[in-house]
Structures are given as structure tokens and as C-alpha cells.
């Protein structure tokens, strides 16, 4: 079945670093959704993306959907304490109707 | 607005028991998910439903039964429960079918099985 893989699975950044997750379908998808969770918290939709090669920035952040419509990554630009939390990336494709989540990211920022 | 809302918050089970959480929306969507989030797993669809009246399975409907006799409520029942069921539960709503619009995502229940 459709599998939605994300690396890395956990990050360690001193405040200032950027990051950069990725996202991996083994299928195409019709669309992207990101999502962030802080500590003990509920995932939180952030940005959806539709067309092939499209780029979204939402201040420091900025999220690609791949020519292929088979990839996707969320790029944060000089990371915050308030950037902590597990980014997930969220297809929804291939023969499924339903939206297929990603393993997710954890981002741990050092102030 | 509440918006998406669950009960309980925590619970903890002894393997056989039975249980209900409730999830309510005050937002009039059309539709509700019900997922269970595991470590390192990310999170995976259990039951949905499109509508009042109706559901479906999703990719771990095992071990579950839902239910939907309100638009504003979506029930998750564990009839036996079992060990391998201990995760955060989380419910969620949308006005559009998943991947076609934002979901709404519910605080979560934290549901030990022993």
C-alpha cells in the first residue's frame, strides 16, 4: 500500500540553524498537507500544496512539492525555540482515497 | 468556538475492558476521522466517517467500532481492549474530505492498557 516516509526522524539545532525535512511517497500524490505538533500537543495544519513544483513560504518557513508530485520538504530559516515540535507531512494519493501521514520529524532547538 | 473536543483525556484500562471516547465538533463539518498516533509511527487512520449516519474503514480498523448518530459527534469504541492498544487517540474533523481541505485536530486521549 501507499507508504509516506520522512527524514530524519529527529534533529538537534542550535537556534539560528536552519533545518530542512523531507518527505517521501512511494506513490504520486494529488496533494500535500504539513502539519506541526508541539510536546504533548495535537497536530496543527500548517500549508497545503497542490501543483507540481509548487513553492509556499509562510514567514521563515518554506515548503516544496516536487516536479513528480512523489517528494516534498518544509525549510525553516534561522530556527526558534518556538520552531520545536514534530513536523508531519500528510499525501493523499495512489489507489487509497484516504490522506497517508508521514512518520514524521522531531526538531529539537538548543537557545 | 470549542472547536474539536475529546473525552476523555487520559484513561487507563485493564486488557478485556471496554470503552468509549467521544469526540464532538461544533464547527458543522461533514466530516470525522479517528486516528491513534504511536511512536516513531506518525499517525494512522482507524475509522472515518463522510457523513451522519455513516462510516468507513480506515487503515487500522482492527479491534474498533464507531459510530456516528449525530453530524456533531463521532464515537470510537473498544469492546476488548488489548496491550497493543495503549497510544494517544486523536480525533479530527474537516469540511472536505482529507487531503481536499485542513483538518481540525482534537487535544487527544491517552489510553493505557494493561
Not at chain 2, 451522519?52 to 487500522?60: C, M
Not at chain 2, 488489548?82 to 469540511?95: D, E, I, L, N
Request: aromatic share 10%; charged share 15%; net charge positive.
Amino acid at each position: 500500500g501507499q507508504q509516506v516516509m520522512q527524514i530524519p526522524q529527529y534533529q538537534h539545532v542550535q537556534e539560528g540553524e536552519d533545518f530542512t525535512t523531507y518527505c517521501n511517497s512511494s506513490t504520486t500524490l494529488s496533494n500535500i498537507q504539513w502539519y506541526k505538533q508541539r510536546p504533548g500537543g495535537h497536530p496543527v495544519f500548517l500549508i497545503q500544496l497542490v501543483k507540481s513544483g509548487e513553492v509556499k513560504k509562510q514567514k521563515r518557513l518554506t515548503f516544496q512539492f516536487g516536479e513528480a508530485k512523489k517528494n516534498s520538504s518544509l525549510h525553516i530559516t534561522a530556527t526558534q525555540t518556538t520552531d520545536v515540535g514534530t513536523y508531519f507531512c500528510a499525501g493523499k494519493g495512489g489507489a487509497t482515497n484516504k490522506l497517508i501521514f508521514g512518520t514524521g520529524t522531531l526538531l529539537a532547538v538548543q537557545p | 468556538n470549542a472547536g474539536v473536543t475529546q473525552t476523555p483525556k487520559f484513561r487507563v484500562l485493564k486488557t478485556g475492558q471496554s470503552m468509549t471516547l467521544l469526540c464532538a465538533q461544533d464547527m458543522n463539518h461533514e466530516y470525522m476521522y479517528w486516528y491513534r498516533q504511536d511512536p516513531g509511527m506518525g499517525l494512522r487512520l482507524i475509522h472515518y466517517s463522510v457523513g451522519e449516519g455513516t462510516t468507513a474503514k480506515g487503515e487500522v480498523p482492527d479491534g474498533y467500532n464507531v459510530s456516528r448518530l449525530k453530524k456533531q459527534n463521532f464515537l470510537l469504541g473498544l469492546e476488548s481492549a488489548a496491550p497493543s492498544q495503549t497510544s494517544v487517540y486523536f480525533c479530527a474533523s474537516s469540511v472536505r474530505l482529507a487531503g481536499t481541505d485542513t483538518q481540525y485536530f482534537g487535544p487527544g486521549t491517552r489510553l493505557t492498557v494493561l
